[in-house]
């Protein structure tokens, strides 16, 4: 049998290639996929930290217990440290790895459940896409430059 | 820093529950969860809390680093899955 185990260094090119894929299906106007596949890249780039720096933790599908235990917070700077904090939040309240197997109803149940993006004029599951793929982004893009 | 942390938002923020621990580097990271951030966006649970802090400590509260901010309903929605 074939197995190929996954390293620091292969979680964080999967996180940047969901984070491209994320980017390109809110393009197309697939705004579950692109939330999806924002909460992956974050996962994948957490579990990259976690196998730098606590290679010994088992993870779950677990954005707060990543960020906790994977050392990501290392790297953030005072000035940076509310703005990650909010962003991780985010991705912590909104994302579930088992969304993967939700209906489009469901989904929307779920986000409806947490009140996300309520209050905001427009298109409620692009801003909600939107809202999840630019803290992706800023957590992504933060842990490359402090790699 | 962890015992002054604890020690400041509870008194603050009463009911809120902290779970934080030291990182090698000396900063504090880990969570709050609280009723009172019912109805508050991510940003303004950040902003109370960072205030909080900055109040009491000056410059010592950039020693938290980061904080995740959930309510109770947050954090039981986030142990179900």
Known sequence: ?147 | MVDPVKEILKAESPGMELELESMSSGKDTGDAVWTGFDGLDHLDRQKLVRDVLRSKLGVEAQEVSILLTFTPTELHSMQEA
């Open chain 1, 1 to 147: 049998m074939y197995y190929l185990a996954s390293t620091e260094h292969t979680y964080r090119d999967a996180a940047r290639e969901h984070l491209g894929r994320a980017e390109n299906e809110f393009e197309r106007g697939d705004y579950f996929l692109a939330h999806y596949l924002s909460g992956l890249a974050v996962e994948s780039h957490l579990r990259a930290h976690l196998l730098r720096n606590a290679p010994e933790w088992a993870p779950r599908h677990d954005i707060r217990a990543l960020a906790k235990k994977s050392g990501y917070a290392q790297i953030a700077s005072a000035e940076l440290s509310s703005r990650l904090s909010e962003n991780i939040t985010v991705i912590a309240t909104r994302w579930r790895s088992n969304h993967r197997y939700y209906s489009e109803r469901e989904f929307l149940d779920f986000m409806t459940e947490l009140r996300a993006e309520f209050n905001k004029r427009g298109d409620c599951r692009k801003n909600q896409a939107r809202t999840l793929f630019n803290a992706a982004f800023e957590i992504v893009e933060r842990g490359e430059k402090q790699w």
